[in-house]
């Protein structure tokens, strides 16, 4: 009997011992708001050149974060990945993520691009731009944001809700730059020169602009992108506002390291390679957006855009004025 007991008693040790060591395995865990196709071949990569493997639960940003508040301390996640500079905002906010010190990621990404408080960095850049039709406007009639409140543009504007982040930080940005009173004043004229009500992508924005629904609008360059692949003669162009003052508006997506991750160290050495030469070029090609290291090039379609002069503003200023910019959109009658 004792024999049996002692047994019994060396497997169930080793039972332990195998879910403990199961337990600290080098494996990653990813919660990501970038959509699989544009996150696998980099996690491919990253375990091809590490030998570490990455297991990702893809979803929307506002779910991931509900998520990751509910889950607390027992999350399994190690890491972050979220788009626009609101949401990174709001999760450092909530103490979701943890500070990381990372001369690595210090130097690759600007200050700009990255938590004051060292908690997100920036890992693609998305440019939020004006689209016109090339057949039924001229480049010379455009210039800022704020001139598409101008007569000219009365019926011919389309606009995506204002419940998508990306308007919200975009609303968010002029309130840091101009105030309050200012920027509602041009969000008025906005909504006055509406053709239609605010549509719901800006998929929809861009293909109402081919239908002669308007003949301008303002879209996240990656959208457009997507439609030029499938049709390259397609009668668009992107214009780039503000260039004889503060510049394009330009948002991010980017990572940070959950607070309480079991894998730190591997975590921020994760965060460290998708800043890298290397994987950058990758990360933003794959959407079409531009690096966040400025040391490494956009993809040839990306170029062809043509150059630009970027708002230099700290994006994290996004966050702390956004929910500001969402009263004041509602105030504007912008929907």
Known sequence: MRHKTLAM?????????AVSSWAKTDELVVYSARKEHL????????????QVPVRYVTGKAGVLLQRLKSEGERTPADVLITVDAGNLWHAAKEGILDPVDSPVLENNIPNQYQDPDDRWFGLSLRARTIVYHTRRVSPDELKTYRS?????WEDRLLLRTSKKVYNQ???ASMIAAYGQEETEAIVRSWVDNLAVAPLSSDTKVLKGILAGLGDVGIVNTYYFGRLQKENPD???????PNQDSNGVHVNISGGG???GSDNRERAVQLLEWLSSKQAQSMFAGLNME???????PPVEQVRDWGSFKANPM??????????????????????
């Open 39 to 50: 996150i696998k071949p980099l996690f491919d990569r990253y375990t091809e050149k590490t």
């Open 290 to 296: 531009y690096p966040a290291n400025p040391d490494v």
């Open 148 to 152: 598409l409140g101008d007569p000219r």
């Open 314 to 335: 700290d994006v994290s200023l996004y966050g702390k004025y956004q929910a500001k910019a969402v009263r004041l959109m509602d105030r504007a009658g912008y929907k």
């Open 169 to 171: 930080s975009l609303v």
């Open 234 to 240: 397609v009668p668009l162009a992107v214009f780039w």
């Open 9 to 17: 008693c060396i497997l169930t040790a080793l039972f332990f011992t």
């Open 257 to 259: 390291v959950v607070a």
